[in-house]
């Protein structure tokens, strides 16, 4: 059988893999909101999410309502109902649902399969949120609810935001759930719309910013649609606008005082500091990526960015993943000033935390049934990895404690012994004395690989011409992590001297033809047979091809080589 | 001396089923596209999280994590052309999560059995990939043979340099060849 039959057929085996998970099984859990999961940790601060959140004032579509004046229809009555989901309803004179439709994308899995055009309004109102308790949107008294209804007739418009407020508290009811809905009315939103358009953000953020930009004309509206609600509540009390002038509500169980007190809180704890200067979140992103290496910067896939209160102080808290590392950053959103990065590396087989900088690194920690697991960051790769040192040579290894490397002296100076001083480590634990003992030696860098969790050097040394000790050592300690000693084996007594590495890569990148085009990715190691043959085993890629050759190492034959394309 | 052209034209046609315009569109909440995308590769998921923490349970469990953070996060997703890459590093840190937790509690499954798939040969060599390999040689050989990831999507998953996961994939393939056909498997 080929390699590619092998893998077609492997592609095969592996589509009769299916979960039993189904889909809806999931979708009946999606999505958890951010804003109710947060109250564990965080119930303070997680009260105003939710409340913001709630803040994202519902708009009425003007254009229903003038394409209705157009038409002769009947006035439509639009409601909105925000819970973040966001959906807005337009009922006709009969308290019948007209159109139904999302306001944002929770808005848009609420409605996702139901049909309420045509119901009454209390039913259509019970149904939605049904699913949204259902769909874990609505889950206790830290959620509160917005209606917002908008009609021609003010005297309608509290009838019918009584009736949907009784609604939602019986429907929540049947579910165990008290929450607080508020209502409100409103006017003309269509400079909020636009705004809220031309900024991406919701309509009642843009609301809430207009509003703030009408009382202090000096802020730029374009720099505080980037900000999170939280924190603009803050500039607003930085700047002793009161809330209450910013937001326009009729509340029906008392959640006005209930959203100003949470957001007075919240801004009594930055005191006096000056806040219109905050750095947006992009702004943030880009201070912690420059404190990454430029390939990690450009596979940094951000996972969580959240602005919270510090002591006082905003800070922007930011997660994100480069390859298989999680990295925490904490950025002051004032002056932009953050932490080193700390990522976690996940071992399997530790519960050690270990803490990983740049530039190259030994981490020791402790197995929890014994044992060390060694993490090393190498300077070309920042590759961790762990080994159970419990499997190794354990006598001949020294733990140390953690050592640290910045950036600078990653470049400037290199932490391992060099390929000589591998030698005498070795010469010294073969009980060899003088170079003239050695009727020939090898030593084999490999720094750049990883072996008993450390970068080593392997050296083999050929002894009185008829014994042969082949040593791993440690390529920073210099320390033995292995040793084996035998006679010298036929195929070695017999082949002659050992080629050169440089010389074995030359002879595969010559049979591969591939000297127009620069090898990259090139790595070597070294095998022995049970016969005691030595071979080289060279890899490279070039021209979009990878080349994987096994060379005798005493003859420099090219014995075997595959190619593999690389997509 | 014995030399063995292994010359392997073409690339190998995989399956690259899904479109990355899904993913916005699951941003948007179209769930339509997260049932597109949960068919395209839900199977290959629950395979690549089985291969790691060797318990179908666990393996549904971060299925179903996995959809759930992709809906979570499909907005964050920045369009590069590599969905797949995406979708495997959430997977794998959520199984390698889930793994952690199952140390702490009963000992990890020696052995794992596919006994939902009806081929025996397609059984057999799910067999050997999931038990005989190493770790690594596993995951690389499953992410590009199976899941149809490329090399380089499968170094930036796997924190490996390309040249690693080119030289390991060579031998895993090699090393997979061998045992299947100890095992008996039929050849084509």
Known sequence: ?567 | MWIVFQAIGEPTPVKRPIDEGWISCIAAGDMEALRRLYDAVSGSVYGFALSLVRDPHDAEDVVQETFLRICRFAADYRPQGKPLAWIFTIVRHLALDKRRQQTRTLPVEEVVDVTEVADTDDRLLLHCLLNRLSEEDRQILILHAAVGMKHREIAAVMGMPLGTVLSRYRRALNHLKTIAKEEGLHDE
């Open chain 1, 1 to 567: 059988m080929t390699n590619k039959q092998l893998e077609r057929r492997l592609a095969q085996a592996w589509g009769a893999l299916r979960p039993k998970t189904e889909l809806d099984t999931i979708v009946g859990v999606v999505p958890t909101p951010v804003a109710s999961a947060a109250p564990k940790r965080f119930p303070r601060r997680a009260l105003v999410a939710v409340l913001a959140a709630c803040l994202v004032v519902s708009l009425v579509v003007g254009g229903l309502l003038s394409a209705g004046r157009q038409t002769s229809a009947p006035p439509l009555t639009l409601i909105d109902i925000d819970v973040n989901p966001g959906i807005e309803l337009a009922v006709d004179a009969a308290d019948r649902v007209v159109t139904v439709q999302a306001v944002n994308a929770d808005g848009k899995r609420v409605l996702n399969g139901l049909t309420l055009s045509d119901k009454a309004l209390p039913e259509a109102v019970t149904v939605l949120f049904d699913r949204m308790v259902a769909q874990g949107y609505v889950a206790g008294e830290d959620n509160c609810i917005l209606v917002t209804v908008q009609t021609a007739d003010n005297g309608e418009a509290d009838r019918i935001a009584n009736a949907v407020s009784t609604t939602i508290d019986a429907a929540l009811a049947q579910h165990d759930i008290a929450a607080p809905v508020a209502t409100q009315t409103v006017v003309d939103f269509a400079a909020v719309t636009d705004f809220a358009a031309q900024n991406g953000i919701s309509k009642g953020k843009a609301n809430f910013i207009l509003s703030l930009k009408e009382k202090e004309p000096s802020l730029d509206a374009a720099k505080l649609a980037q900000y999170p609600f939280s924190a603009l509540a803050a500039i607003a009390q930085n700047l002793e606008v009161p809330l209450d002038s910013l937001t326009d509500y009729d509340a029906v169980s008392g959640l006005n005082k209930q959203l100003a007190d949470a957001l007075k809180k919240e801004a009594d704890e930055i005191g006096a500091i000056l806040l219109t200067d905050l750095l947006t979140p992009e702004e943030a992103k880009a201070k912690a990526l420059a404190s990454l290496r430029d390939w990690e910067a450009a596979e940094a896939l951000f996972v969580k960015a959240e602005l919270r209160w510090d002591g006082g102080v905003p800070v922007y808290q930011f997660e994100l993943i480069v390859r298989n590392h999680v990295y925490e950053f904490a950025v002051n959103a004032l002056d932009g000033g953050y932490e080193l990065p700390e990522s976690q590396q996940k071992p399997s087989n530790s519960t050690t935390t270990t803490t990983v900088g740049k530039g190259p690194q030994v981490v020791y920690s402790t197995l929890p049934g014994g044992g060390t697991v060694a993490f090393i960051s190498t300077n070309k790769y920042m590759t961790t990895t762990t080994a159970d040192f419990t499997k190794g040579p354990t006598a001949a290894w020294t733990p140390r404690s953690t050592t640290t490397s910045t950036a600078t002296n990653v470049q400037e100076e290199s932490p391992y012994i060099d390929r000589e001083e591998a030698l005498r480590y070795a010469m010294a634990a073969s009980g060899v004395t003088s170079y003239e003992e050695v009727h020939r030696q090898k030593v084999m860098d490999r720094v750049s690989k990883v072996k008993y969790g450390v970068p080593y050097y392997y050296v083999w040394l050929c002894v009185d011409d008829a014994y042969v000790f082949e040593y791993d050592i440690d390529g920073i300690t210099g320390a033995i992590l292995s040793s084996a000693y035998r006679p010298l084996g036929p195929a070695e007594n017999t082949q002659g001297e050992w080629i050169d590495h440089e010389k074995a890569i030359s002879l595969a990148i010559i049979h591969a033809d591939a000297r127009s085009e620069m090898p990259t990715d090139l790595q070597w190691n070294t095998e022995r047979s049970p016969e005691g043959a030595h071979y080289y085993y060279v890899e490279f890629a070039s021209g979009g091809w990878w080349y994987a050759y096994r060379i005798h190492a005493f003859s420099g034959e090219v014995l075997h080589f595959e190619t593999i394309p690389i997509i």
